[in-house]
């Protein structure tokens, strides 16, 4: 199968957030924005893979700042590994000040979606071929976070993770 380039998946998402969006001290809800990522890095898959996906696992949502009533959420996710029918999707969340411009990282979000076939289960997906150098960096240490979800899933599923 042919590789497709991390561009081909590269997904944007941008909302204001309003006060209905946060909690009682002005910032985004963790739900919401982890929502946001989800629904993000489901289109990034399936711009990769053209195919129905499902998530099978969320690594990581680090928060690194907020994001506060007024300012725009900016997300940007891609494709960046793959294995046979998974794919490993990067998602950078960041906050924009509407009136001076300022742009701040705010979270980094790594999830794994598994591409379906036409009979609901797992599909092959094409590999992904990095451009840029921080594409690589992604590419280049995701065979090491692969490693450690299957470790973590085997030992979720004996119960030892606990």
Do not use: C
């Not at 690194?64 to 891609?78: D, Q, S």
């Amino acid at each position: 199968m042919e590789g497709k380039p991390v561009s081909a998946s590269r997904t944007i998402m941008t909302d204001i957030v309003l006060p209905s969006d946060t909690n009682t001290y002005g910032t985004i809800f963790g739900g919401r924005v982890m929502a946001y990522v989800d629904k993000l890095a489901s289109i990034a898959s399936m711009r990769h893979a053209r195919k129905p996906v499902v998530t099978a696992s969320s690594d990581s949502l680090d928060f690194l700042g907020p994001v506060t009533v007024g300012e725009a959420i900016r997300l940007e996710g891609f494709v960046t590994w793959t294995h046979h029918t998974s794919m490993e999707v990067y998602v950078k969340i960041e906050a924009e000040n509407l009136m001076t411009g300022e742009v701040n990282l705010t979270a980094a979000s790594y999830l794994t979606f598994v591409a379906l076939g036409p009979d609901g289960r797992p599909d092959i997906v094409p590999p992904v071929i990095p451009e840029t150098d921080a594409e690589r960096w992604h590419y280049d240490t995701a065979s090491r976070r692969y490693e450690i979800r299957k470790r973590r899933k085997l030992e979720r599923s004996q119960g030892l993770g606990h």
